[in-house]
Nanobody, 122 residues
Framework: QVQLVESGGGLVQPGGSLRLSCAAS????????MGWIRQAPGKQRELVAA???????YYGDSVQGRFSISRDSAGNTGNLQMNDLKPEDTAVYYC????????????????WGQGTQVTVSS
């Protein structure tokens, strides 16, 4: 069974940058789609970015051009580089895995990390 652990969250000022990391263990994760999903207080979970095993990437409209997702060649670790952060990016960020990504929805993800808090505030 795959376990995912996120790291790298914290407090940052508007316009700043953070880099989140995700490490998979327990079972091979390379064939999974790796995604970053966030949930702000009182809001639904939102798929922010995803990367398939072949390197194909997807970004939500709200982060396009500011966030960048990557993963290593084995697929067991990944990063989310977040630049030009805005207060509305404040949320708990989860690393998650999906066997496939067809509809680009949160419900396609079946493996979840515990989440890491990102707070953007002056």
């Amino acid at each position: 069974q795959v376990q995912l652990v996120e790291s790298g969250g914290g407090l940052v000022q508007p316009g700043g940058s953070l880099r989140l990391s995700c490490a998979a263990s327990g079972s091979p994760f390379g064939a999974y789609v790796m995604g970053w999903i966030r949930q702000a207080p009182g809001k639904q979970r939102e798929l922010v970015a995803a990367i398939k095993s072949d390197g194909t990437t997807y970004y939500g409209d709200s982060v396009q051009g500011r966030f960048s997702i990557s993963r290593d060649s084995a697929g067991n670790t990944g990063n989310l580089q977040m630049n030009d952060l805005k207060p509305e990016d404040t949320a708990v960020y989860y690393c998650a895995g999906a066997p496939w990504l067809i509809f680009r929805t949160v419900t396609e993800f079946s493996v979840w990390g515990q989440g890491t808090q990102v707070t953007v505030s002056s």
